[in-house]
C-alpha cells in the first residue's frame, strides 16, 4: 500500500513540469475598451476627436450632441478663469 501511495505522489509531482497543453481559448473581448477608464467601454462618438482618449464614464456622448459638450467645457472653463481672476482681484 506503501508503494502506490509513493509511486501516485511522484507521478503527480512528474505532471507538475509537464509541457502544458494549448487549447484555442480565448478571453479577448469584441469590444475595444477605453484607454482612460480600462474597465468601460470605449464611447464610439468620441473616435476622431482631438485629444480623445474615450474618457466619458458617464455615456454623455450618447445622449447629447457632442459639439455642444465641447463647447460647454470650453464656455465654462473660461467662465471658471474669469471666476479666480474676479476673486483675486478682490483680495
Known amino acids: 500500500m506503501m508503494k502506490i501511495a509513493t509511486i501516485a505522489a511522484l507521478?503527480?509531482?512528474?505532471?507538475?513540469?509537464?509541457?502544458?497543453?494549448?487549447?484555442?481559448?480565448?478571453?479577448?473581448?469584441?469590444?475595444?475598451?477605453?484607454?482612460?477608464?480600462?474597465?468601460?467601454?470605449n464611447p464610439s462618438k468620441t473616435d476622431g476627436l482631438i485629444g480623445s482618449v474615450g474618457f466619458d464614464p458617464i455615456n454623455w456622448s450618447d445622449n447629447f450632441d457632442i459639439k455642444w459638450l465641447q463647447e460647454s467645457e470650453i464656455k465654462h472653463g473660461?467662465?471658471?478663469?474669469?471666476?479666480?481672476?474676479?476673486?483675486?482681484?478682490?483680495?
Open 11 to 41: 507521478i503527480g509531482s512528474a505532471s507538475a513540469f509537464a509541457p502544458a497543453q494549448t487549447g484555442k481559448a480565448s478571453t479577448a473581448l469584441n469590444a475595444e475598451m477605453s484607454k482612460s477608464v480600462p474597465f468601460l467601454l
Open 78 to 91: 473660461r467662465v471658471a478663469m474669469l471666476a479666480t481672476t474676479g476673486f483675486m482681484a478682490q483680495q
